[in-house]
């Protein structure tokens, strides 16, 4: 079968999942009932790492956010075609500009310690992450709000920003434009509510389970550094009804073959990673599922003025693109997906992954390739001597950087031995993942692993942490042309000018290539089949609010 046919088929099977989210193992009103007295309600899911942090203002790994999205609720919660739903907002005017949002909450909203959940909480939280002394990273995604990026910046007030709660259950929300994925967006962990008296009353508040006080369907009970977090049912949750589990507890062991060897002997009922060795024989023998997901994995070039502190030779390389086009095109990105990852992951040929539908209801990345999914070494090689370094003659030697988690060394050992191919040595550095993090975003790397899987299913998720005055952008791009098309595009109410300019700024990206996008996910996880209901979204997150066990022997 021909690649092109390969990637149709793909397409159309991610397009015809996605939005399923998938519920695994959904049963009847009568099933559910039965399973609540048929098995122990409690779950043992690892995760693989531990969470960077539980401060919803400063989580932005998929571990966290795995967390905060089972213990906190915002004012929609996703449906499973990923659209946004009432969750703390019973309902919501919208003005016929699209500006301006009018919240109206849920009647006796409670926090896990039974303090009242106000609208102000929800203005405090947006504000407080705003603000220039919480550095969160994800600052960037409240510039929606008018007034947002300007408070952010130090160039306006937190008065001027556009979220204001005018009594305790009406919260009104002012966008600086009209952005059709807002709803989506506040069902993100940034957009969830803090309890303002704990968290102005401790400042390690998010550290501590007895100050990790929350408002979803989970409250957490202990949380153990390089351990565990315990979530045990919250009956202060507005939808405690439909919450049937009594325990979920999130383990952090890294390491995936221990993990996996835990799940197969019923220590763990679900877990977050099969190891590659294991993935093709527990899919067929169905100890592992396969779910869409809606992310793409690259690699990040520091292009930053950082990059000279870290090696001002490599440096002065890398800000060449002809260099790091040849690095891109050198990569086999074929051989990477079929004898190293071997997940069912398909080879990148863009930033924007499958699944992201355009207007006219095909996939967005159709209309793009800008790299072939198996090697160019001669295209490789002749653009590192355009560059000046013919056969790779006066390169310094690269440092690659990785975490260990998830069998990324793999990929890592193969795109070295590739790059050899070419004359370009690169060593391979590995870092535990909270320190990985950090390296990361203070771009004290030469060239890093990476990926981003979608916080909404729209191309923009994955462009617009790209613009220059995004924290997310771990390369330190800075192209103002770029800039200037992503924000045409925020502001463009033409679905199908909108995606134009979505394309014009992904032909920038790639052009500059800035990052080396490798491959499209997929996910494959281990969940037992008496694990029931279980949402797994084809944005990285597994939901609990409606699981249950049944059949557990």
């Known amino acids: 079968m021909k690649t ?12 015809a999942t996605l939005g399923l989210s998938i519920l695994t193992g959904c049963g009847s009103k009568t099933d559910d009932k039965a399973a609540t007295t048929a098995s122990k309600q409690e779950i043992t899911y690892n995760l693989g790492a531990d969470p960077r942090t539980l401060d919803p203002a400063l989580c932005t790994d998929t571990t966290g956010s795995s967390i905060l999205s089972n213990s906190f609720a915002g004012l929609c919660e996703l449906d499973d075609k990923e659209k946004a739903v009432p969750g703390e907002a019973e309902k919501w005017d919208v003005s016929d500009d699209k500006l301006t949002y009018t919240f109206h909450l849920k009647k006796d909203l409670k926090w896990s310690n039974g303090d009242p959940v106000k609208a102000s909480d929800y203005e405090y939280e947006w504000k407080r992450l705003l603000n220039p002394e919480t550095a969160s990273e994800y600052a960037y995604q409240l510039y929606y709000l008018k007034g ?24 009104v929300v002012t966008l600086e434009g009209p952005t059709p994925y807002f709803l989506e967006l506040t069902a993100q962990p940034y957009y969830f509510p803090v309890n303002q008296k704990v968290v102005e009353s401790n400042k390690e508040w998010a550290a501590d389970a007895k100050t990790l006080v929350s408002n979803g369907p989970f409250k957490i009970t202990e949380y153990t550094i390089k351990d565990k977090v315990v979530l045990e049912k919250n009956d202060n949750y507005y939808d405690k009804d439909k919450v049937k589990l009594s325990k979920l507890t999130m383990k952090f062991v890294a390491e995936e073959t221990s993990a996996w060897a835990s799940y197969k002997s019923g220590q763990f009922d679900v877990v977050d990673t099969v190891p590659k060795s294991d993935i093709q024989g527990a899919l067929k023998d169905g100890s592992a599922k396969k779910f869409p997901n809606v992310a793409t994995y690259f690699l990040s070039i520091n292009v930053s003025d950082k990059a000279k502190e870290v090696d001002p030779n490599a440096a002065k390389v890398l800000s060449d693109p002809k260099v790091r086009k040849a690095l891109s095109i050198a990569i086999d990105r074929k051989a990477i997906v079929e004898n190293v990852t071997k997940g069912g992951q398909v080879p990148a040929h863009g930033v924007i992954p499958l699944g992201v539908l355009g207007p006219d209801g095909k996939e967005y990345n159709e209309k793009t390739s800008y790299f072939g999914e198996t090697a160019d070494i001669e295209g490789a090689k ?25 069998g990324h060394g793999d990929t890592m050992q193969a795109i070295q031995d590739m790059w050899k191919k070419i004359g370009v040595n690169a060593e391979l550095q590995s870092q535990e993942w909270k320190v990985f993090l950090t390296t990361r975003v203070q771009k004290q790397y030469e060239i890093a692993r990476d990926g981003w899987n979608a916080d909404y ?13 995004s924290a997310q952008n771990n390369c330190g791009y800075n192209n103002p042309k770029f800039d200037a098309v992503i924000n045409a595009a925020k502001q463009e109410l033409d679905a199908n000018k909108r995606f134009d300019l979505l394309h014009q700024a992904e032909d920038m990206l790639m052009a500059d290539m ?15 089949d008496y694990v029931k209901g279980v949402k797994v979204s084809v944005m990285n997150t597994l939901y609990f609010k409606n699981a249950y066990v049944e059949g557990k022997k």
């Open 4 to 15: 092109i046919k390969v990637k149709k088929l793909c397409a159309v099977a991610l397009a």
């Open 148 to 171: 947002g990026q300007a408070y952010n910046e130090g160039k306006g007030s937190a008065d001027a920003v556009g979220v204001k709660a005018t009594d305790d259950n009406t919260l």
């Open 514 to 528: 800035p990052i080396i996008p490798l491959y499209y996910y997929t996910r494959p996880i281990g969940i037992k």
């Open 457 to 469: 299913v729209d191309p923009m998720t994955f462009l617009d942490m790209f613009v220059s005055t």
């Open 382 to 406: 002749k653009l590192l001597a355009e560059a000046g370094y013919p056969d790779g003659q006066g390169l310094p030697g690269l440092q690659i950087l990785y975490n260990p988690e998830s």
